[in-house]
């Protein structure tokens, strides 16, 4: 595939109109119609099925798609590194990273670093845990801090730091005068806890496993401050880091009971792809995160 057709297939096919497409590519929609034609011809196969208007891709679209994504990757991955050896201290560091995390550990690790190397900047994506995991993964992201380690392969790993874990519950709630609590003597009231695919309820899910109980989810949310909001509303317990405790401005936030379970902590770390080699500006990030951690 020649390189001037990445970027027009990908955009079609995600987002599967001609016309948007040609909106976003600023072409006109019969040249993209043959654009797209012309690739189908060359290739011998159609990529797309049609639904009046709408584009989808089939299945022999659908491996195209996943070849061309890789193609885009390897190629832009190649611009930054021929940047870094023309002015190596510059370059841009794309960091994909947990909600939770922007609050404190985002904003030290990225001004620690900056002070040291001012000419390379910085790209932030926040999300869930496993989204930030496929984004490393795909090459959209040249690192990941996520917290529990992910379960998948092709992965580097380093922990940062890690975490207490505490028991986050209502001021009035009857183990909020406890100096420790154990995760089963919470096991029949309602969690509020994030959704599945998230690091933290990942973690809540290991934990209350081993204290051999399910969790009663009687809400969710993305957001480590909302879930702490929620607790302090009376709406439920939660388990929230003692470091990273939200706060929700003026109104008295959740008791936080420290938990007393084996392996009750949250760890950290910073994840890259194991079969990418780094650009020069990502190289020198992340010696500067497995630095800091040793503070």
Same mark, same amino acid.
């Given at each position: 595939?020649?390189?001037?057709?990445?970027?027009?297939?990908?955009?079609?096919?995600?987002?599967?109109?001609?016309?948007?497409?040609?909106?976003? !590519?600023? +072409? *006109?929609? /019969?040249?993209?119609? #043959?654009?797209?034609? %012309?690739?189908?011809? =060359? $290739?011998?196969?159609?990529?797309?099925?049609?639904?009046?208007?709408?584009?989808?891709?089939?299945?022999?679209?659908?491996?195209?798609?996943?070849?061309?994504?890789?193609?885009?990757?390897?190629?832009?991955?190649?611009?930054?590194?021929?940047?870094?050896?023309?002015?190596?201290?510059?370059?841009?560091?794309?960091?994909?990273?947990?909600?939770?995390?922007?609050?404190?550990?985002?904003?030290?690790?990225?001004?620690?670093?900056?002070?040291?190397?001012?000419?390379?900047?910085?790209?932030?994506?926040?999300?869930?845990?496993?989204?930030?995991?496929?984004?490393?993964?795909?090459?959209?992201?040249?690192?990941?801090?996520?917290?529990?380690?992910?379960?998948?392969?092709?992965?580097?790993?380093?922990?940062?730091?890690?975490?207490? !874990?505490? +028991? *986050?519950? /209502?001021?009035?709630? #009857?183990?909020?005068? %406890?100096?420790?609590? =154990? $995760?089963?003597?919470?096991?029949?009231?309602?969690?509020?806890?994030?959704?599945?695919?998230?690091?933290?309820?990942?973690?809540?899910?290991?934990?209350?496993?081993?204290?051999?109980?399910?969790?009663?989810?009687?809400?969710?949310?993305?957001?480590?401050?909302?879930?702490?909001?929620?607790?302090?509303?009376?709406?439920?317990?939660?388990?929230?880091?003692?470091?990273?405790?939200?706060?929700?401005?003026?109104?008295?936030?959740?008791?936080?009971?420290?938990?007393?379970?084996?392996?009750?902590?949250?760890?950290?770390?910073?994840?890259?792809?194991?079969?990418?080699?780094?650009?020069?500006?990502?190289?020198?990030?992340?010696?500067?995160?497995?630095?800091?951690?040793?503070?």
């Amino acid at each position: 595939m020649p390189s001037d057709d990445l970027h027009w297939f990908l955009t079609l096919a995600e987002r599967e109109r001609v016309g948007a497409a040609a909106d976003q !590519l600023h +072409l *006109a929609q /019969p040249t993209l119609s #043959r654009m797209l034609a %012309r690739l189908e011809h =060359r $290739l011998g196969v159609r990529l797309f099925d049609r639904h009046g208007k709408r584009l989808t891709l089939n299945a022999s679209g659908r491996v195209y798609y996943e070849h061309a994504r890789r193609a885009q990757a390897e190629l832009d991955a190649a611009r930054r590194e021929l940047a870094d050896l023309v002015n190596p201290a510059a370059g841009v560091v794309r960091l994909s990273f947990l909600h939770s995390f922007g609050a404190r550990i985002v904003p030290d690790l990225v001004a620690g670093f900056r002070r040291g190397s001012g000419r390379i900047t910085f790209s932030l994506r926040q999300d869930a845990a496993e989204v930030v995991t496929a984004q490393v993964l795909d090459g959209d992201a040249d690192l990941g801090l996520v917290s529990p380690k992910p379960a998948v392969a092709g992965l580097g790993w380093r922990t940062l730091l890690r975490q207490r !874990l505490a +028991l *986050a519950v /209502p001021a009035d709630h #009857r183990l909020a005068g %406890r100096r420790q609590v =154990r $995760l089963a003597e919470a096991a029949d009231t309602e969690f509020i806890a994030m959704p599945t695919g998230f690091g933290m309820r990942r973690i809540l899910d290991d934990l209350c496993a081993a204290a051999d109980f399910r969790p009663r989810i009687g809400l969710e949310s993305t957001d480590l401050v909302t879930v702490a909001g929620l607790v302090a509303a009376g709406l439920g317990v939660a388990l929230l880091p003692m470091e990273e405790a939200p706060v929700r401005g003026p109104q008295p936030g959740p008791v936080l009971v420290p938990l007393a379970d084996p392996g009750a902590v949250r760890a950290a770390g910073l994840i890259w792809s194991a079969a990418a080699a780094p650009t020069d500006a990502v190289g020198r990030f992340r010696d500067f995160a497995f630095d800091w951690s040793q503070r």
